[in-house]
């Protein structure tokens, strides 16, 4: 499974971004999804994560009410809509593929990850 993870650039403090995560195959379909982040300097960071059917998802205390997980499994897609943007938000987000058919949060339980895209919140 090969993931292409998009839609990452810089924005103000309080702005808004969709990233995007294609799968290269249907597979994928079947499973979990989860976005994760590595800001600079910090460990690997659960941000969003959801079921293969997308009736279940997980966001993170950081994030919750801020940003929204979803999928279109007919197009293979992953999204995360993300508003209200803030500094602490900058990094790397990439988009991962989980070995069963929900979203953990620990990373380790991801076998398919995305090459990343960077976000970058101006103050």
């Known amino acids: 499974v090969q993931l292409q993870a998009s839609g990452g650039g810089l924005v103000q403090s309080g702005g808004s971004l969709r990233l995007s995560c294609a799968s290269s195959?249907?597979?994928?379909?079947?499973?979990?999804m989860g976005w994760f982040r590595r800001a600079p300097g910090k460990e690997r960071e659960f941000v969003a994560g959801i079921s293969w059917n997308g009736g279940s998802t997980m966001h993170s205390d950081s994030v919750k009410g801020r940003f929204t997980i979803s999928r279109d499994r007919a197009k293979n897609m992953v999204y995360l809509q993300m508003s209200s943007l803030k500094p602490e938000d900058t990094a790397v987000y990439y988009c991962?593929?989980?070995?069963?058919?929900?979203?953990?949060?620990?990373?380790?339980?991801?076998?398919?990850w995305g090459q990343g895209t960077l976000v970058t919140v101006s103050s």
């Open positions: 991962a593929v989980s070995r069963t058919s929900y979203s953990p949060t620990n990373y380790s339980q991801y076998n398919y």
């Open positions: 195959r249907r597979t994928a379909s079947n499973n979990g």
